[in-house]
């Protein structure tokens, strides 16, 4: 991770405010699942890719947490600072847009943890023939690549392809996407064809990256706010590790979770408190469905064939 969160006060957080209203031009108010969060920016580029990713929310509504996008050559690259009493988060000379996605989406997520029951997922999400499954890994594991390998089937259906957020709803544990289209990269379709009429359309910036509306290939039928979750898929990539499947038991998939930071680097406040809710919920969560780990260290299709017999073959 190329960043690092510093908590500040509330009287550091209005000494910045003060600071750097000046550099305001934008205002955007976006609904991230319930929770009303506000854009504030001098940079057209964020603006527009922000309008993009998130749901409108009435500007009538009061914010419930803010993300201001600033410019500072002084204060150093992709500075971040949080006050968590305010949900105000500052993030300076932010150069990849993909971080300032995940951290509003984690601004949210700090305010429904601590208040409504409602978890963070670091993940995709898809629901095959009404079962509700997710993908976790961490970078290069190849979570993006197999969550699309699956959505080539065509009744597979996609909630998330990056986060989620999810509750414990009795026996069940529900979970529900917040984002309006999604974040892709250039060379999704040198590995999946399928999609390359998705990657022609879309405008990438200079990380190769573009805010695209997935139903232009997939159509809308197949984009999901909720679904029950059924199966997780923990991905990993160790080419001295013989096995590609294993089946884990819930505190085995929870010690692999926590070891790697439940694959969540933008999560804003790490305390005891709220590693505590984590875990808990991650127990839950671990208890209510079928747990494998995929060694992804063979081709894309290889272990899309591993993960699809998992899933009961698509």
Same mark, same amino acid.
């Given at each position: 991770?190329?960043?690092?969160?510093?908590?500040?006060?509330?009287?550091?957080?209005?000494?910045?405010?003060?600071?750097?209203?000046?550099?305001?031009?934008?205002?955007?108010?976006?609904?991230?699942?319930?929770?009303?969060?506000?854009?504030?920016?001098?940079?057209?580029?964020?603006?527009?890719?922000?309008?993009?990713?998130?749901?409108?929310?009435?500007?009538?509504?009061?914010?419930?947490?803010?993300?201001?996008?600033?410019?500072?050559?002084?204060?150093?690259?992709?500075?971040?600072?949080?006050?968590?009493?305010?949900?105000?988060?500052?993030?300076?000379?932010?150069?990849?847009?993909?971080?300032?996605?995940?951290?509003?989406?984690?601004?949210?997520?700090?305010?429904?943890?601590?208040?409504?029951?409602?978890?963070?997922?670091?993940?995709?999400?898809?629901?095959?023939?009404?079962?509700?499954?997710?993908?976790?890994?961490?970078?290069?594991?190849?979570?993006?690549?197999?969550?699309?390998?699956?959505?080539?089937? /065509?009744?597979?259906? &996609?909630? $998330? #392809?990056?986060?989620?957020?999810? %509750?414990?709803?009795?026996?069940?544990? +529900?979970?529900?996407?917040?984002?309006?289209?999604?974040?892709?990269?250039?060379?999704?379709?040198?590995?999946?064809?399928?999609?390359?009429?998705?990657?022609?359309?879309?405008?990438?910036?200079?990380?190769?990256?573009?805010?695209?509306?997935?139903?232009?290939?997939?159509?809308?039928?197949?984009?999901?706010?909720?679904?029950?979750?059924?199966?997780?898929?923990?991905?990993?990539?160790?080419?001295?590790?013989?096995?590609?499947?294993?089946?884990?038991?819930?505190?085995?998939?929870?010690?692999?979770?926590?070891?790697?930071?439940?694959?969540? /680097?933008?999560?804003? &406040?790490? $305390? #005891?408190?709220?590693?505590?809710? %984590?875990?808990?919920?991650?127990?839950? +969560?671990?208890?209510?469905?079928?747990?494998?780990?995929?060694?992804?260290?063979?081709?894309?299709?290889?272990?899309?064939?591993?993960?699809?017999?998992?899933?009961?073959?698509?």
């Amino acid at each position: 991770m190329a960043y690092a969160v510093e908590i500040i006060s509330m009287e550091q957080k209005e000494k910045l405010v003060e600071q750097y209203t000046g550099q305001v031009l934008y205002e955007i108010k976006s609904e991230i699942y319930g929770c009303c969060i506000k854009l504030l920016t001098g940079s057209s580029f964020v603006k527009n890719a922000w309008e993009e990713s998130f749901y409108f929310a009435s500007q009538n509504v009061r914010s419930h947490g803010r993300l201001y996008v600033l410019e500072d050559k002084t204060v150093g690259e992709n500075r971040v600072y949080y006050d968590p009493h305010s949900k105000s988060c500052f993030l300076f000379n932010m150069d990849y847009y993909g971080w300032i996605k995940s951290l509003a989406l984690s601004v949210a997520g700090d305010i429904l943890e601590d208040n409504h029951g409602i978890y963070s997922v670091h993940g995709a999400c898809l629901d095959l023939r009404g079962q509700g499954v997710c993908i976790l890994g961490g970078s290069g594991a190849g979570k993006t690549t197999h969550t699309y390998g699956l959505l080539r089937q /065509p009744k597979a259906r &996609v909630v $998330s #392809d990056d986060w989620f957020f999810a %509750r414990i709803f009795g026996e069940e544990i +529900l979970a529900y996407g917040s984002e309006k289209n999604f974040y892709i990269r250039a060379d999704l379709a040198d590995i999946w064809k399928e999609f390359s009429g998705l990657v022609d359309k879309a405008v990438f910036d200079e990380k190769g990256r573009a805010v695209v509306d997935l139903r232009w290939v997939i159509g809308k039928g197949r984009i999901l706010p909720l679904t029950t979750m059924e199966n997780v898929i923990l991905l990993k990539r160790d080419p001295g590790q013989e096995e590609i499947v294993r089946e884990l038991d819930g505190k085995e998939a929870l010690a692999f979770l926590e070891a790697n930071g439940y694959f969540n /680097p933008h999560l804003l &406040v790490k $305390s #005891d408190f709220k590693r505590d809710l %984590r875990s808990r919920f991650f127990q839950a +969560l671990f208890a209510r469905t079928k747990v494998h780990e995929v060694n992804n260290k063979g081709t894309p299709e290889e272990s899309q064939r591993a993960i699809r017999e998992i899933l009961g073959g698509g």
